[in-house]
């Protein structure tokens, strides 16, 4: 486990995620910092990154940082990324021994403040992955994790459409995910071309403890699918205090 505290100019901001499926290479990436406007990004989770363990650590992006990845062992494209605002004290759950090419992708970065934390949860499954072998690890992931105070937010993209209501996948994950008050907020389409759309990214939280919410998709060119801005307006974001930054130093 790791930790982090450093101070930045930002009080009282609502936790901002700005989610993007890439698809892209190292200097594409570093544009995406400015398609959230005025917005402060706190939590960057990026998928389909087509990059290596090397390659993801060269990638800048405004006051955040690398602090969780997974890139694919065997496999071409696809991995995991969390990049965290410099400002926020976080602890990530390593995640990689439940982790295989196509499956399951998946990391955990969990934020302290104040009282309460949050947990962002990133995944991402391949087409052609296991989805039992997704759906049995997921459950594992969240039945070590789960408490009644922790906040849990799922950004996720494992090519499952929420715009086709007889998926059979979709009501297992769905079933699943309400057993932890977990539900889908994007009733969209993230992408649409000529001849089809679809939402197979998606967010999941727990809409009684994020009451008052905003979900957006964002055009940027990057990718074949929408970036997604969720901004959770009951957290608020708070400057760490000069004894909490010295004390994780």
Known sequence: MKQSSTNNDYKNSSLTIYYQ???RKNNEID?????????ILHLIPLTE????????????????NLRACFCRKSRKNGGVSVFVNEALRYTFADLNESCIDLDIEIYDVKLHYS???????STYRSPSGN???????????????????????ISRHINISYLDNDNNNE?????LLATFNLFSIIDFPTR?????????????I???KNENFTINSLQNGLSDHDAQLLVLNNIKIQNPSIDNQRRHK
């Not at 544009?31 to 917005?39: A, D, T, Y």
């Not at 390659?55 to 955040?64: A, G, H, T």
């Not at 009501?171 to 079933?175: G, P």
């Open 171 to 175: 009501q297992k994950l769905n079933s």
């Open 115 to 121: 009282s309460s934390n949050t947990s962002l949860l």
């Open 131 to 153: 989805f039992s072998y997704f759906l049995k690890t997921l459950a594992s992931i969240l039945n070590r994790i789960y408490t009644n105070s922790l906040n849990i937010i």
């Open 49 to 64: 990154y087509l990059l290596s363990n090397t390659e993801i650590n060269y990638v800048n992006i405004d006051s955040c």
């Open 21 to 23: 499926n890439s698809g």
């Open 31 to 39: 544009e995406l910092v400015h398609q959230g406007g005025s917005k």
């Open 192 to 204: 649409i071309n000529n001849i089809s759309m679809s939402a197979i990214v998606n967010f999941f």
């Open 206 to 208: 727990d809409k009684y």
